[in-house]
């Protein structure tokens, strides 16, 4: 349902509870006015997002996917402050399946914005990951560094510990080989 539309309703029903509380029936006012005020709030959460962190939470990464792919087109959809954590949840889903992926989905959540400190930290942290796949050490370091400051809470202690250690290991290159190996030549 457009946005916009919810909005109305809702209007319209608190008109309609106001109404009742006029006429003397001030226990069914109240109870319309409240019912009213659903669409209010879904009006600055999208009740898909909800519903795909539910899932989240509850680790069923097909389900949360599930519940975004209802989000057809987002910028009609959902309220400017809720772009950031419609690519951060996308971004979550693909990062199991396709990591490729899950690099310009974290960039954008971050340019949009996101409200809390530990999705910022997780989102640096993951672009940290595709950084030192890709082999950018400097730029992991620096992702690293600012996800560390991010995570106020100690959540991602582990992670970032492990990447810094992955960050320390030598990088092997694509055409290094065994220098012990004898020089082969076209025919033998």
Not at 55 to 76: F, P
Not at 120 to 128: G, I, P, Q, Y
């Amino acid at each position: 349902m457009n946005k916009y539309i919810k909005f109305l309703i809702s209007a319209l029903l608190i008109a309609f509870g106001v109404y009742l509380m006029m006429n003397r029936q001030i226990g069914w006012g109240i109870v319309v006015v409240f019912f009213s005020l659903s669409p209010i709030l879904l009006f600055f959460k999208n009740e898909y997002i909800l519903l795909a962190f539910w899932q989240m939470r509850k680790q069923n990464l097909v389900k949360a996917s599930q519940w975004l792919s209802y989000i057809k087109n987002y910028q009609s959809q959902l309220h400017r402050s809720q772009y950031g954590y419609f690519h951060y949840l996308q971004g979550l889903t693909l990062a199991q399946e396709n990591p490729s992926k899950v690099e310009p989905l974290m960039k954008k959540a971050l340019e949009y914005g996101l409200n809390m400190k530990q999705d910022r930290a997780m989102a640096t942290l993951n672009l940290a990951a595709a950084a030192l796949q890709k082999g950018r050490k400097p730029e992991a370091q620096r992702l690293l560094d600012e996800a560390k400051k991010l995570d106020s809470a100690g959540m991602m202690t582990d992670q970032i510990k492990m990447m810094k250690d992955q960050l320390k290991m030598p990088s092997m290159q694509k055409h290094m080989h065994n220098p012990n190996m004898r020089q082969r030549g076209k025919f033998f």
